[in-house]
């Protein structure tokens, strides 16, 4: 569905369900819960706690994406927690949401050349556990990755040879967007409306959701239980 065909589906949905005793949904307010309800659908999609969720993560697939980095920063980067640490960062405009796999590659032919290493999400404190766990640290199947100052921190003991960093994740969603024909805020950044410079009037953006069609008509749904639910809190 496009985003005006949501915006259709919105309103006959929430007029049959609110009835005529709830106000009405303007553009941007439904933008705002069509947006809402479509990242929620995501993380539980991701997190395996949408019914259904093995059949529907097909409908997040073009949020998925892969990076692979051959070489790691060397330049303002932050002080590592070991002398094995290396910097990687993922750039802004990629939108980094939730990262469901990585890995590294060795590539040092005197240890398992190409041999791909396991990659643990650490906090700082069970890093230094396991640091000071001699049966822990240096352990050749499992590298560590700490989240430091905006930064891709990865602790693998150098003396295992140098070694490509892989990174899939879910990048956030772009909004979904019912144009509006009136001046109103931007949601995440993104214009609603375009005024004519000359004219001084507003005219419509839209923007229509990313995920395939087949989690369109939940996403629909999803957006006008918030609403509903957002109406009789205001009103209790």
């Known amino acids: 569905m496009t985003s005006q065909e949501m915006s259709l589906e ?3 949905l929430y007029n049959n369900i609110a009835s005529n005793m709830a106000p009405g949904i303007d553009a941007y307010e439904k933008s705002v819960f069509l947006t809402k309800a479509q990242e929620q659908i995501v993380t539980a999609i991701y997190d395996g ?3 259904g969720s093995e ?7 073009p949020l998925v994406k ?6 790691p ?3 303002n980067i932050p002080i590592g927690v070991s002398s094995d640490s290396k910097f990687y960062k993922i750039d802004e405009d990629e939108h980094l949401w939730y990262i469901v796999y990585e890995s590294i ?6 240890c398992d050349s190409k041999k791909q290493v396991a990659v643990k999400p650490v906090k700082i404190d069970e890093y230094h556990r396991i640091r000071k766990n001699p049966f822990r640290k240096a ?3 499992e590298a560590l990755r700490l989240n430091t100052e905006g930064f891709i921190e990865i602790v693998y003991p150098s003396s295992y040879g140098n070694f490509e960093y892989s990174v ?3 990048r956030r969603p772009n909004p979904i967007l019912v144009g509006a024909d009136y001046e109103c805020p931007t949601i995440e950044g993104y214009n609603l409306s375009e005024q004519d410079p000359i004219t001084g009037i507003w005219t419509p953006v839209n923007m229509d959701c990313e995920l395939l069609d087949a989690i369109h008509r939940t996403i629909v749904e999803t957006a006008v239980n918030l609403a509903i639910a957002a109406y009789k809190s205001t009103n209790n």
């Open 66 to 71: 892969t990076v692979t980095f051959t070489t």
């Open 73 to 75: 920063l060397t330049n």
């Open 168 to 170: 899939r994740f879910i």
């Open 55 to 61: 059949k529907l993560r097909e409908c997040i697939s």
């Open 49 to 51: 706690s949408f019914e």
């Open 139 to 141: 352990r050749k199947h």
């Open 105 to 110: 590659s060795l590539t040092d032919e005197t």
């Open 10 to 12: 919105f309103d006959i």
